[in-house]
């Protein structure tokens, strides 16, 4: 008997929250080994990151160079576990690599380096440059006449820096209808919570006087992260901008929501701890 749509979207977000578990395994474990890491962000954003590169980018992983591919911009750049344990569940980076995260002459440094890693668009780590770049690729494919979208995805302390919105108002001028900007919305930054730090709310409006269109989501939930990442959700001539409300530290107790876990290198025990707690939720 044929699957109804809603039986394949249940497929779709379990194979997706399976694969999300073990990014924040391998995350982690990465963190352990380098004894330096930033895994609070790492867990907070996995649901994101898997959703964009199994889900919704137009990619080739035997070819990640391929002109016609969507284009992601990690601007977070210090949650680089995630990352390339992403590329891992999306076939273009071999899990062995992973062993060598932050070792000497490794090419998984602590932040991406596009000349060291396939699939990596932009070097990227100094907070506020990711979205001014996705901004850029984005008028390219315009100026090309192309069909490729570019998605970039940015913390929320991140958007104290001032070069994120002299991008916005550039990307709304230039009408950037293929450009995505995903906000991981932990609410928690380096030292501290980010409304003790600079009070943003309300967020989403500001976005909208910039001139984007917004969409407010559960940043866990790859159901409703897809249906707002597709294209059919755009708005002609704006940019769009998700607000993807998720936790610190996301599925494991001790570290969600807890500003200690921004930076944070877990002990054996926690580690322990920490991949029992996963590996019940991927069941």
């Known amino acids: ?22 990014v924040r395994m391998n995350a982690l474990r990465m963190v352990h080994h380098a004894k330096l890491g930033h895994p609070g962000g790492d867990f907070s954003s996995a649901d994101i990151l898997v959703a964009l590169y199994l889900s ?3 990619i080739d992983p035997r070819n990640p160079v391929w002109p016609d591919r969507d284009r992601f911009v990690m601007s977070k750049g210090h949650c680089s576990a995630a990352l390339y344990a992403t590329l891992v569940a999306a076939g273009m980076l071999d899990e ?28 990227t780590g100094p907070l506020g440059h990711g979205l001014p770049i996705a901004t850029g690729c984005a008028l390219a494919a315009k100026m090309r006449r192309a069909a490729w979208r570019t998605f970039v995805l940015t913390g929320d ?26 906000v991981d919305r932990n609410r928690i930054q380096q030292g501290d919570f980010t409304e003790s730090t600079i009070n943003m709310n309300p967020l989403g409006d500001k976005w909208r006087a910039f001139g984007w269109h917004v969409i407010e989501v559960d940043g866990h939930s790859h159901g409703k992260l897809l249906h707002a990442l597709d294209s059919e959700q755009s708005v002609r001539g704006k940019p769009t901008c998700i607000i993807a409300n998720t936790i610190k530290g996301h599925g494991v107790s001790f570290m ?3 500003p200690a876990w921004h930076h944070g290198v877990p002990t054996d025990l926690q580690l322990a701890q920490a991949l029992d707690e996963l590996a019940k939720e991927a069941l």
């Open 157 to 182: 302390g991140e958007l104290q820096e001032g070069s994120n919105w002299e991008a916005a108002m550039c990307a709304a001028q230039y009408k950037l209808d293929n450009l995505v900007l995903i």
């Open 1 to 22: 008997m044929k699957a109804t749509k809603t039986e394949e979207l249940l497929g779709i977000e379990n194979r997706l929250r399976k694969a999300s578990v073990a």
């Open 56 to 58: 919704v980018m137009t």
């Open 256 to 258: 969600e929501n807890n």
């Open 96 to 123: 062995s690599a992973l062993r060598t995260y932050m070792d000497p002459l490794s090419s998984l440094n602590g932040h991406p380096d596009r000349n060291k890693v396939a699939g990596v668009e932009a070097n």
